[in-house]
Protein backbone atom coordinates (compact mmCIF):
# COMPACT_ATOMS: atom_id res chain seq x y z
CA UNK A 1 0.00 0.00 0.00
CA UNK A 2 1.23 3.84 -1.00
CA UNK A 3 1.24 6.21 1.40
CA UNK A 4 -1.43 7.99 -0.48
CA UNK A 5 -3.20 4.92 -0.54
CA UNK A 6 -3.03 4.77 3.00
CA UNK A 7 -3.90 8.48 3.69
CA UNK A 8 -7.14 8.09 0.94
CA UNK A 9 -8.42 5.17 2.89
CA UNK A 10 -10.15 7.66 4.94
CA UNK A 11 -11.80 9.02 1.60
CA UNK A 12 -15.11 7.03 2.24
CA UNK A 13 -15.62 8.52 6.00
CA UNK A 14 -15.52 11.75 4.67
CA UNK A 15 -17.13 11.23 1.18
CA UNK A 16 -20.76 12.51 1.99
CA UNK A 17 -19.56 15.51 3.97
CA UNK A 18 -17.37 15.96 0.78
CA UNK A 19 -20.69 15.56 -1.91
CA UNK A 20 -22.61 17.91 0.74
CA UNK A 21 -20.43 20.90 0.20
CA UNK A 22 -19.86 20.60 -3.20
CA UNK A 23 -23.77 20.76 -4.06
CA UNK A 24 -23.98 23.70 -1.23
CA UNK A 25 -21.26 25.49 -3.48
CA UNK A 26 -22.99 24.17 -6.86
CA UNK A 27 -26.56 25.84 -5.61
CA UNK A 28 -24.84 29.13 -4.82
CA UNK A 29 -22.16 30.57 -6.99
CA UNK A 30 -20.87 34.00 -7.06
CA UNK A 31 -19.45 36.03 -10.07
CA UNK A 32 -15.98 36.95 -10.29
CA UNK A 33 -14.96 39.58 -7.19
CA UNK A 34 -17.97 38.63 -5.50
CA UNK A 35 -17.38 35.49 -3.96
CA UNK A 36 -18.04 36.31 -0.81
CA UNK A 37 -19.95 33.21 0.36
CA UNK A 38 -18.04 30.98 -1.10
CA UNK A 39 -14.82 32.76 0.27
CA UNK A 40 -16.28 32.16 4.08
CA UNK A 41 -17.66 28.70 3.50
CA UNK A 42 -14.11 27.85 2.49
CA UNK A 43 -12.61 29.50 5.57
CA UNK A 44 -14.61 28.35 7.98
CA UNK A 45 -14.07 24.70 6.62
CA UNK A 46 -10.56 25.24 6.33
CA UNK A 47 -10.70 26.55 10.09
CA UNK A 48 -12.65 23.45 11.15
CA UNK A 49 -9.71 21.17 9.48
CA UNK A 50 -7.52 23.23 12.03
CA UNK A 51 -5.28 24.74 9.25
CA UNK A 52 -4.12 28.78 9.95
CA UNK A 53 -6.80 30.67 7.65
CA UNK A 54 -6.18 34.37 5.69
CA UNK A 55 -8.88 35.65 4.53
CA UNK A 56 -9.64 38.78 1.91
CA UNK A 57 -6.40 38.44 0.01
CA UNK A 58 -6.69 40.47 -3.06
CA UNK A 59 -10.33 40.81 -2.43
CA UNK A 60 -12.15 37.55 -1.50
CA UNK A 61 -9.11 35.54 -1.79
CA UNK A 62 -8.34 32.55 1.05
CA UNK A 63 -5.42 30.96 2.30
CA UNK A 64 -5.20 27.87 4.78
CA UNK A 65 -1.57 26.86 5.82
CA UNK A 66 -0.61 23.28 7.59
CA UNK A 67 2.69 23.71 8.91
CA UNK A 68 4.03 19.92 9.81
CA UNK A 69 7.62 20.04 10.68
CA UNK A 70 10.80 20.01 8.73
CA UNK A 71 10.32 19.56 4.86
CA UNK A 72 8.79 21.12 1.60
CA UNK A 73 6.43 23.83 1.19
CA UNK A 74 4.05 22.91 -1.36
CA UNK A 75 0.59 25.04 -2.29
CA UNK A 76 -2.27 23.95 -4.03
CA UNK A 77 -4.70 26.19 -5.68
CA UNK A 78 -8.47 26.25 -6.14
CA UNK A 79 -10.78 29.21 -7.28
CA UNK A 80 -14.07 30.49 -5.79
CA UNK A 81 -15.57 32.18 -9.13
CA UNK A 82 -18.51 31.00 -10.76
CA UNK A 83 -19.94 32.03 -14.64
CA UNK A 84 -22.48 34.35 -15.99
CA UNK A 85 -24.75 31.29 -17.54
CA UNK A 86 -27.37 29.68 -16.80
CA UNK A 87 -27.52 26.22 -15.68
CA UNK A 88 -29.61 23.64 -17.57
CA UNK A 89 -28.67 20.70 -16.35
CA UNK A 90 -31.59 19.49 -15.04
CA UNK A 91 -30.11 18.30 -11.73
CA UNK A 92 -31.53 18.41 -8.37
CA UNK A 93 -28.30 20.86 -6.41
CA UNK A 94 -28.87 22.50 -10.20
CA UNK A 95 -27.98 26.79 -9.54
CA UNK A 96 -31.01 29.19 -10.17
CA UNK A 97 -28.93 31.67 -8.81
CA UNK A 98 -29.52 35.01 -10.56
CA UNK A 99 -27.63 38.49 -9.55
CA UNK A 100 -28.11 41.95 -10.58
CA UNK A 101 -25.77 43.56 -13.05
CA UNK A 102 -24.42 47.27 -13.14
CA UNK A 103 -27.40 48.02 -15.34
CA UNK A 104 -30.09 46.65 -13.88
CA UNK A 105 -30.49 43.54 -15.84
CA UNK A 106 -30.96 40.05 -13.85
CA UNK A 107 -27.40 37.92 -15.12
CA UNK A 108 -27.45 33.65 -14.33
CA UNK A 109 -25.11 32.35 -12.44
CA UNK A 110 -23.76 28.51 -12.51
CA UNK A 111 -20.38 27.10 -11.88
CA UNK A 112 -19.80 25.86 -15.53
CA UNK A 113 -16.41 25.67 -14.85
CA UNK A 114 -15.82 23.07 -12.17
CA UNK A 115 -14.51 25.75 -9.68
CA UNK A 116 -16.99 24.04 -6.87
CA UNK A 117 -15.30 20.52 -7.82
CA UNK A 118 -11.89 22.21 -7.62
CA UNK A 119 -12.43 23.66 -4.11
CA UNK A 120 -14.24 20.17 -2.73
CA UNK A 121 -11.37 18.40 -3.92
CA UNK A 122 -8.88 20.95 -2.30
CA UNK A 123 -10.46 20.61 1.04
CA UNK A 124 -10.69 17.17 0.96
CA UNK A 125 -7.32 16.71 0.06
CA UNK A 126 -6.24 19.13 3.35
CA UNK A 127 -8.67 16.89 5.28
CA UNK A 128 -7.15 13.74 4.62
CA UNK A 129 -3.37 14.93 4.66
CA UNK A 130 -4.57 16.57 8.03
CA UNK A 131 -5.89 13.32 9.39
CA UNK A 132 -2.60 11.47 8.59
CA UNK A 133 0.45 13.82 10.02
CA UNK A 134 2.59 10.73 10.78
CA UNK A 135 2.73 10.54 6.64
CA UNK A 136 4.27 13.38 5.71
CA UNK A 137 6.88 16.82 6.84
CA UNK A 138 6.69 20.15 5.88
CA UNK A 139 4.19 22.43 5.16
CA UNK A 140 0.69 22.34 2.91
CA UNK A 141 -0.59 25.87 1.63
CA UNK A 142 -4.12 25.68 0.51
CA UNK A 143 -5.19 28.73 -1.31
CA UNK A 144 -8.21 29.53 -2.84
CA UNK A 145 -7.96 32.75 -5.28
CA UNK A 146 -11.01 34.83 -6.77
CA UNK A 147 -11.54 36.10 -10.51
CA UNK A 148 -10.15 33.20 -12.70
CA UNK A 149 -12.48 33.43 -15.19
CA UNK A 150 -11.67 37.42 -15.17
CA UNK A 151 -8.35 36.83 -15.53
CA UNK A 152 -6.91 39.28 -12.32
CA UNK A 153 -7.56 36.87 -9.82
CA UNK A 154 -4.34 35.42 -9.04
CA UNK A 155 -2.58 38.58 -9.83
CA UNK A 156 -4.72 40.56 -7.17
CA UNK A 157 -3.66 38.14 -4.50
CA UNK A 158 -0.13 38.76 -5.70
CA UNK A 159 -0.49 42.10 -5.47
CA UNK A 160 -2.13 42.44 -2.40
CA UNK A 161 0.68 40.71 -0.97
CA UNK A 162 0.29 37.39 -1.05
CA UNK A 163 4.30 36.89 -0.56
CA UNK A 164 4.46 38.85 2.97
CA UNK A 165 1.65 36.30 4.52
CA UNK A 166 2.42 33.17 3.41
CA UNK A 167 6.25 31.45 3.52
CA UNK A 168 7.65 30.88 -0.66
CA UNK A 169 6.70 27.39 -1.60
CA UNK A 170 9.30 25.00 -3.14
CA UNK A 171 6.56 24.27 -5.88
CA UNK A 172 2.85 25.35 -6.73
CA UNK A 173 0.36 23.07 -7.94
CA UNK A 174 -2.95 22.99 -9.39
CA UNK A 175 -5.84 21.07 -11.79
CA UNK A 176 -8.73 22.32 -13.67
CA UNK A 177 -11.56 19.76 -15.44
CA UNK A 178 -10.97 19.40 -18.67
CA UNK A 179 -12.05 17.34 -21.40
CA UNK A 180 -11.64 13.58 -21.05
CA UNK A 181 -12.93 10.45 -18.52
CA UNK A 182 -13.99 10.85 -14.97
CA UNK A 183 -11.29 9.56 -13.08
CA UNK A 184 -8.56 10.37 -15.39
CA UNK A 185 -5.82 12.58 -14.88
CA UNK A 186 -3.02 13.81 -17.24
CA UNK A 187 -0.54 16.60 -17.28
CA UNK A 188 2.19 17.65 -19.90
CA UNK A 189 5.70 19.53 -19.40
CA UNK A 190 6.60 22.67 -21.07
CA UNK A 191 4.00 24.24 -23.17
CA UNK A 192 0.51 23.82 -21.46
CA UNK A 193 -2.23 26.48 -21.93
CA UNK A 194 -2.05 29.40 -24.09
CA UNK A 195 -1.78 33.12 -23.64
CA UNK A 196 -4.99 35.23 -24.95
CA UNK A 197 -6.07 38.83 -25.29
CA UNK A 198 -9.42 40.10 -25.68
CA UNK A 199 -9.56 42.92 -27.87
CA UNK A 200 -12.40 45.75 -28.96
CA UNK A 201 -11.55 46.76 -31.95
CA UNK A 202 -14.32 49.97 -33.25
CA UNK A 203 -14.28 50.67 -37.00
CA UNK A 204 -15.65 54.11 -38.41
CA UNK A 205 -18.39 54.76 -41.68
CA UNK A 206 -20.07 57.33 -42.42
CA UNK A 207 -23.58 56.19 -42.02
CA UNK A 208 -26.96 57.00 -43.83
CA UNK A 209 -29.92 55.59 -45.73
CA UNK A 210 -29.49 52.28 -46.64
CA UNK A 211 -30.57 53.25 -50.61
CA UNK A 212 -28.00 55.71 -51.22
CA UNK A 213 -24.70 53.34 -50.04
CA UNK A 214 -22.92 55.89 -52.38
CA UNK A 215 -23.51 58.80 -49.94
CA UNK A 216 -21.94 56.20 -47.05
CA UNK A 217 -18.96 54.11 -46.50
CA UNK A 218 -20.66 51.26 -45.15
CA UNK A 219 -18.97 50.18 -41.93
CA UNK A 220 -20.46 46.68 -42.00
CA UNK A 221 -19.11 45.95 -45.30
CA UNK A 222 -15.50 47.45 -43.27
CA UNK A 223 -16.46 44.46 -40.63
CA UNK A 224 -17.00 41.62 -42.93
CA UNK A 225 -13.40 42.41 -44.86
CA UNK A 226 -11.57 43.02 -41.89
CA UNK A 227 -13.43 39.18 -40.36
CA UNK A 228 -12.39 37.68 -43.60
CA UNK A 229 -8.94 38.72 -44.37
CA UNK A 230 -7.87 38.10 -40.19
CA UNK A 231 -7.85 34.19 -41.24
CA UNK A 232 -4.85 35.16 -43.14
CA UNK A 233 -3.00 35.66 -40.19
CA UNK A 234 -3.31 31.60 -39.30
CA UNK A 235 -3.55 30.82 -42.25
CA UNK A 236 -0.31 32.45 -44.18
CA UNK A 237 1.80 34.33 -41.24
CA UNK A 238 2.29 32.08 -38.84
CA UNK A 239 4.59 29.17 -38.59
CA UNK A 240 3.01 25.63 -39.74
CA UNK A 241 2.52 23.67 -36.34
CA UNK A 242 2.66 26.93 -33.99
CA UNK A 243 -0.92 26.80 -32.45
CA UNK A 244 -2.69 30.25 -32.87
CA UNK A 245 -6.19 30.92 -32.84
CA UNK A 246 -7.88 33.85 -33.78
CA UNK A 247 -11.98 34.48 -33.50
CA UNK A 248 -13.78 37.60 -34.11
CA UNK A 249 -16.67 36.51 -30.89
CA UNK A 250 -18.54 39.62 -31.65
CA UNK A 251 -19.27 41.94 -34.15
CA UNK A 252 -21.81 44.49 -33.68
CA UNK A 253 -23.21 47.46 -35.89
CA UNK A 254 -26.79 49.07 -36.90
CA UNK A 255 -30.08 48.64 -35.60
CA UNK A 256 -31.98 47.69 -38.91
CA UNK A 257 -32.17 47.08 -42.43
CA UNK A 258 -32.80 50.17 -44.12
CA UNK A 259 -29.78 52.04 -42.17
CA UNK A 260 -26.27 52.29 -42.60
CA UNK A 261 -24.48 52.84 -39.20
CA UNK A 262 -21.77 55.11 -38.22
CA UNK A 263 -19.49 52.21 -36.78
CA UNK A 264 -18.51 49.05 -36.27
CA UNK A 265 -17.37 47.05 -32.89
CA UNK A 266 -15.90 43.90 -33.27
CA UNK A 267 -14.17 41.71 -30.21
CA UNK A 268 -11.30 39.55 -30.93
CA UNK A 269 -9.90 36.79 -29.24
CA UNK A 270 -6.51 35.46 -29.41
CA UNK A 271 -4.60 32.14 -28.13
CA UNK A 272 -0.67 31.99 -28.54
CA UNK A 273 2.01 29.70 -27.26
CA UNK A 274 4.78 31.89 -27.18
CA UNK A 275 4.75 35.83 -26.48
CA UNK A 276 7.07 36.24 -29.89
CA UNK A 277 4.16 34.61 -31.96
CA UNK A 278 1.61 36.76 -29.30
CA UNK A 279 3.63 40.43 -30.41
CA UNK A 280 3.60 39.19 -34.20
CA UNK A 281 -0.16 38.21 -34.59
CA UNK A 282 -0.97 41.37 -32.57
CA UNK A 283 0.78 43.67 -34.80
CA UNK A 284 -0.53 41.74 -37.76
CA UNK A 285 -4.25 42.52 -36.70
CA UNK A 286 -3.66 46.35 -36.16
CA UNK A 287 -1.89 46.37 -39.93
CA UNK A 288 -4.74 44.61 -41.23
CA UNK A 289 -7.37 46.52 -39.82
CA UNK A 290 -5.45 49.68 -40.62
CA UNK A 291 -5.51 49.04 -44.39
CA UNK A 292 -8.50 47.23 -44.72
CA UNK A 293 -9.66 50.64 -43.10
CA UNK A 294 -7.71 52.98 -45.24
CA UNK A 295 -8.58 51.08 -48.47
CA UNK A 296 -12.75 51.52 -47.44
CA UNK A 297 -11.93 55.34 -47.13
CA UNK A 298 -12.67 55.10 -43.35
CA UNK A 299 -13.10 58.74 -41.98
CA UNK A 300 -11.65 58.08 -38.64
CA UNK A 301 -8.73 55.88 -37.74
CA UNK A 302 -9.47 53.06 -35.77
CA UNK A 303 -9.55 52.19 -32.31
CA UNK A 304 -8.35 49.06 -30.37
CA UNK A 305 -8.43 48.14 -26.60
CA UNK A 306 -7.60 45.51 -24.83
CA UNK A 307 -10.13 44.14 -22.76
CA UNK A 308 -8.38 41.12 -21.30
CA UNK A 309 -5.42 38.83 -21.08
CA UNK A 310 -3.98 35.88 -19.33
CA UNK A 311 -0.46 34.54 -19.10
CA UNK A 312 1.01 31.44 -20.93
CA UNK A 313 0.94 27.91 -18.52
CA UNK A 314 4.45 26.71 -19.15
CA UNK A 315 4.60 23.31 -16.86
CA UNK A 316 8.51 23.30 -15.27
CA UNK A 317 10.24 20.09 -16.61
CA UNK A 318 11.40 18.51 -13.79
CA UNK A 319 8.34 19.63 -10.83
CA UNK A 320 6.01 18.13 -13.81
CA UNK A 321 8.13 14.62 -14.63
CA UNK A 322 7.58 14.22 -10.89
CA UNK A 323 3.76 14.86 -10.75
CA UNK A 324 3.49 12.63 -13.73
CA UNK A 325 5.76 9.70 -12.40
CA UNK A 326 3.56 10.18 -8.86
CA UNK A 327 0.79 10.07 -11.07
CA UNK A 328 1.70 6.76 -13.00
CA UNK A 329 2.15 4.91 -10.31
CA UNK A 330 -1.23 6.01 -8.07
CA UNK A 331 -3.25 6.31 -11.06
CA UNK A 332 -2.01 3.61 -13.47
CA UNK A 333 -4.04 3.29 -16.79
CA UNK A 334 -5.74 6.43 -15.67
CA UNK A 335 -2.56 8.57 -15.94
CA UNK A 336 -2.61 10.15 -19.30
CA UNK A 337 -0.09 12.55 -20.82
CA UNK A 338 -2.65 15.45 -22.21
CA UNK A 339 -2.43 17.49 -25.72
CA UNK A 340 -1.60 21.27 -25.13
CA UNK A 341 -5.06 22.88 -24.39
CA UNK A 342 -5.63 26.14 -26.21
CA UNK A 343 -7.44 27.59 -23.70
CA UNK A 344 -5.83 30.12 -20.64
CA UNK A 345 -5.67 30.39 -16.62
CA UNK A 346 -4.18 33.15 -15.17
CA UNK A 347 -2.46 30.72 -12.15
CA UNK A 348 0.89 30.87 -13.33
CA UNK A 349 0.75 34.48 -12.45
CA UNK A 350 1.30 32.98 -8.41
CA UNK A 351 4.11 31.01 -9.00
CA UNK A 352 5.65 33.35 -11.87
CA UNK A 353 5.62 36.24 -9.06
CA UNK A 354 8.26 34.38 -6.48
CA UNK A 355 10.18 32.48 -9.64
CA UNK A 356 8.35 29.20 -8.38
CA UNK A 357 8.34 25.73 -10.22
CA UNK A 358 4.45 24.61 -11.06
CA UNK A 359 2.91 21.86 -12.16
CA UNK A 360 -0.76 22.31 -14.08
CA UNK A 361 -2.53 19.12 -14.78
CA UNK A 362 -6.24 17.95 -15.81
CA UNK A 363 -8.66 15.84 -14.67
CA UNK A 364 -11.49 14.33 -16.60
CA UNK A 365 -15.29 15.96 -16.58
CA UNK A 366 -17.27 13.32 -18.18
CA UNK A 367 -18.97 9.97 -17.34
CA UNK A 368 -16.89 7.27 -18.71
CA UNK A 369 -19.65 5.16 -20.28
CA UNK A 370 -21.16 8.79 -22.00
CA UNK A 371 -17.49 9.60 -23.26
CA UNK A 372 -16.93 6.38 -24.64
CA UNK A 373 -20.47 6.33 -26.35
CA UNK A 374 -19.50 9.78 -27.90
CA UNK A 375 -16.00 8.59 -29.27
CA UNK A 376 -17.41 5.83 -31.18
CA UNK A 377 -19.97 7.67 -32.90
CA UNK A 378 -17.16 9.91 -33.66
CA UNK A 379 -19.25 12.90 -31.62
CA UNK A 380 -17.08 14.14 -28.60
CA UNK A 381 -17.68 17.58 -29.63
CA UNK A 382 -21.59 16.86 -28.47
CA UNK A 383 -20.31 16.90 -24.79
CA UNK A 384 -20.73 19.73 -23.00
CA UNK A 385 -17.57 21.73 -22.33
CA UNK A 386 -16.82 23.97 -19.61
CA UNK A 387 -18.75 27.29 -19.73
CA UNK A 388 -21.36 25.72 -21.35
CA UNK A 389 -25.08 25.52 -19.66
CA UNK A 390 -24.97 21.78 -19.63
CA UNK A 391 -21.46 21.16 -17.93
CA UNK A 392 -21.97 19.16 -15.18
CA UNK A 393 -18.98 16.87 -13.95
CA UNK A 394 -20.47 13.53 -12.70
CA UNK A 395 -20.32 13.33 -8.61
CA UNK A 396 -17.89 10.38 -8.51
CA UNK A 397 -15.51 9.53 -9.61
CA UNK A 398 -14.66 13.05 -9.86
CA UNK A 399 -14.67 14.02 -6.72
CA UNK A 400 -13.14 10.84 -5.15
CA UNK A 401 -10.08 11.09 -8.31
CA UNK A 402 -9.69 14.80 -7.76
CA UNK A 403 -8.79 14.63 -4.50
CA UNK A 404 -6.38 11.87 -4.64
CA UNK A 405 -4.10 13.30 -7.45
CA UNK A 406 -4.15 16.23 -4.91
CA UNK A 407 -2.80 13.92 -2.59
CA UNK A 408 -0.85 12.69 -4.67
CA UNK A 409 1.13 15.25 -6.10
CA UNK A 410 1.70 16.99 -2.78
CA UNK A 411 2.88 13.55 -1.31
CA UNK A 412 5.26 13.64 -4.37
CA UNK A 413 7.30 15.93 -2.15
CA UNK A 414 5.72 15.92 1.49
CA UNK A 415 6.01 12.17 1.52
CA UNK A 416 7.64 11.63 4.80
CA UNK A 417 9.64 8.22 3.13
ZN1 LIG B 1 -11.46 27.63 -14.50
ZN1 LIG C 1 -13.66 28.69 -16.94
Known amino acids: MSSVDEIMA????????????????????ELSHAEHRTAAAVATELDQLGLTVQTGIGGTGVVGTLAHGRGPIVLLRAELDALPIAEDTGVDYASTVTTTGADGQQIPVAHACGHD???????GAARLLGGQPQRWGGTLIALFQPAEETGDGAQGMVDDGLYQRIPTPD???????????????????GLFMATEDSIKVTIYGRGGHGALPQDCIDPVVLAAMIIVRLQTIVA???????????????????????????????????????QATRARVLAAIQRIVRAECQATGSPKDPEFETLGTFPLTDNDDTSTARVAAAFAAQLKDNALELDRQTVSEDFSEIPDAAHVPYCYWGIGRTDRDKYLAAEKAGRLMDLPSNHSPKFLPPLQPTLRTGTETLITAAMAWLSAE
Open 117 to 123: MHMSCLL
Open 236 to 274: REVTPGDTVVLTAGSVQAGTRSNVIPDLAVLQLNLRTFS
Open 171 to 189: VALTQHLLPGIAGTAGTRA
Open 10 to 29: GYPAQQADQEAFYKDLHRHP
